[in-house]
């Protein structure tokens, strides 16, 4: 049992490549657009960076999600990475490559006001605000 013990301790494990706080890894099916547009502001607003994940045909979602913040004056690129992912098909008994794409944006100079000025716009509309729920 020490042996075990020893031995996990002396793992070397890089947490930062397999899970980013700040990443959302978006899906063709499961959530509405505005769901990752929202979503992406609220990371922009927490760790001033999001980077956008997405396989095969969601990544038409991540770039729209991306372009819809860009057009908004809410985000910049800072890098756009493309590349290819073998996944295991368990109906064909092979591996499936499929495409992956990884846009990370960054807030605008004028995000804060960006976002206080809609805060505000909903607040005198009479709807409830998002953040403080």
């Given at each position: 049992?020490?042996?075990?013990?020893?031995?996990?301790?002396?793992?070397?494990?890089?947490?930062?490549?397999?899970?980013?706080?700040?990443?959302i890894?978006?899906?063709?099916?499961?959530?509405?657009?505005?769901?990752?547009?929202?979503?992406a502001?609220?990371?922009?607003?927490?760790?001033?960076?999001?980077?956008?994940?997405a396989?095969?045909?969601?990544?038409?979602?991540?770039?729209?999600v991306?372009?819809?913040?860009k057009?908004?004056?809410?985000?910049?690129?800072?890098?756009?990475?493309?590349?290819t992912?073998?996944?295991?098909?368990?109906?064909?008994?092979r591996?499936?490559?499929?495409?992956?794409?990884e846009?990370?944006l960054?807030?605008?100079?004028n995000?804060?006001?960006?976002?206080?000025?809609?805060?505000?716009?909903?607040?005198?509309?009479?709807?409830?605000?998002?953040?403080?729920?």
């Open positions: 049992m020490e042996g075990i013990t020893e031995g996990v301790n002396n793992m070397n494990i890089n947490i930062s490549d397999s899970y980013k706080k700040n990443r890894q978006v899906s063709n099916t499961k959530k509405p657009l505005f769901f990752y547009v929202n979503l502001k609220r990371y922009m607003q927490q760790h001033n960076e999001v980077e956008l994940s396989l095969g045909m969601a990544i038409a979602t991540v770039v729209t991306a372009e819809i913040l057009n908004n004056g809410l985000a910049v690129e800072k890098k756009i990475m493309t590349s992912v073998d996944i295991k098909d368990d109906s064909r008994g591996p499936v490559q499929k495409a992956k794409i846009i990370v960054g807030k605008t100079a995000f804060d006001e960006l976002m206080a000025a809609a805060a505000a716009d909903d607040a005198e509309n009479g709807d409830i605000d998002e953040q403080g729920a």
